[in-house]
């Protein structure tokens, strides 16, 4: 692990795209970012005409050893409690991937407790990571695994036809986990990265961020060397997203990225294999404090802002109609041609 081979993108199926786009009934540029989609999509998939439906939806569930330390607003067993709730179709995720028409499947990959729920897919690395701040959150064999778990599950989901991957998670105290992981790529300081996760209060805002700052001197991870990286600091939910985009990536499927923790693990896929990232659109920008930072590191601009700060992969269910949008123009547009409509250049006309 992980040796995967990510083809690189057709940038001349992009272009192509983008010639096609402006010769539809349109003015050239007038669909905006729709037409970028739907070039991106055409680059990555190789098809001028792209199928994007339908997302394959993975949300992945572990706990955290380091949610002892007070860093969350909410109590561990919040994670098992969710997992119920995705299991009986409760959650926003469930709710979102329903009127997407997702394929959408639910991993444990670490729950601390016992899930005994055949709708749960079960691939428990280790029920839950140990606490970080004390020691290693996972042996390295224990995040390799984590990774296959997520690999392993995206091509599961693509070969069901799945034809975008949307990864989200479910674990209590994985911001703390992600905010650690974001911390050792960047030389911005602790206040700008750290927040406030699941809702805790300004002092706890400050904990948070002490028990991160002890973490990194404890263990100086190195995301040069990725898996001792996830092994000391990381998340096996966070592992197996990584893993799944990279699964993703080498098919030639499109990744729609969610908030924070999903651009984390993004970042830790591109620590893989750099050019995962060609593969991925940010779907919205979430309120975490660090997410821009995130997402200026892996180079995207978020497709929406609605001031969501979830996780489950909810922010990318509700942009996905987005991509839903930029191949129909594609798709079912006419073009000058076949619609016979002058085009603007021919009359040699010009805006006013
Ligand atoms: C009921 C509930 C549902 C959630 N769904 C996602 N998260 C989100 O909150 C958690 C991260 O925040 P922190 O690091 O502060 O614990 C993750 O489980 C994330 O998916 C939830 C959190 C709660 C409480
Ligand atoms: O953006 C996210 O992924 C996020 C934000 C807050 C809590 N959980 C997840």
Known sequence: MMNVSIPPIRREMAEQARAYIDQ??????????????????????????????????????ADHGVAAEGVSAYPAEVTAQMVSNFANGGA?????????????QVIDVGVAAPIADERVIQKKVRPGTN??????????????????????????VIGQGGRTLIVG????????????????????????????????????????????????LLHQPDPAKP??????????EIAA???????????????????FICTVAALVARQFA??????????????ELGHDIALRLLGKEPLLDLRM?????????????????????VNEMATFASAGISTGEEKGEKQA
Not at 92 to 104: D, E, P, T, Y
Not at 191 to 204: N, P
């Open 309 to 329: 700060r979830l996780g489950e992969g909810s922010g990318a269910a509700v942009a996905f109609p987005l991509f839903v949008a930029a191949t129909a123009m």
């Open 92 to 104: 926003a995720i469930n709710a979102f991937s329903r009127h997407i028409g997702a394929l959408l």
């Open 274 to 287: 750099p050019n995962v990232a060609e593969y991925m659109i940010a779907g919205h920008r979430s309120q």
């Open 227 to 236: 898996i001792e990286w996830l092994a000391k600091i990381g998340g096996l």
């Open 241 to 259: 997203m990584a893993g799944a985009m990279l699964a993703a990536a080498e098919r030639r499927i499109p990744i729609l990225l969610d908030g």
């Open 131 to 156: 606490n970080f701040a004390t020691m290693e959150a996972m042996t390295m064999s224990e995040a390799e695994q984590a990774l296959h778990v997520g690999y392993e599950q995206a091509v599961s």
């Open 169 to 216: 998670e479910m674990g209590i105290g994985n911001t703390t986990a992600a905010s650690a992981l974001l911390a050792t790529l960047t030389d911005e300081p602790l206040e700008r990265i750290v927040g406030k996760g699941s809702g805790i209060r300004e002092e706890r805002l400050a904990h948070k961020r002490d028990v991160i700052r002890r973490a990194l």
């Open 24 to 61: 539809l009934t349109k003015p050239p540029g007038s669909l905006g970012r729709l037409e970028d989609i739907a070039a991106e999509l055409a680059g990555m998939t190789g098809e001028l005409l792209p199928r994007v439906t339908p997302p394959g939806v993975l949300v992945f569930a």
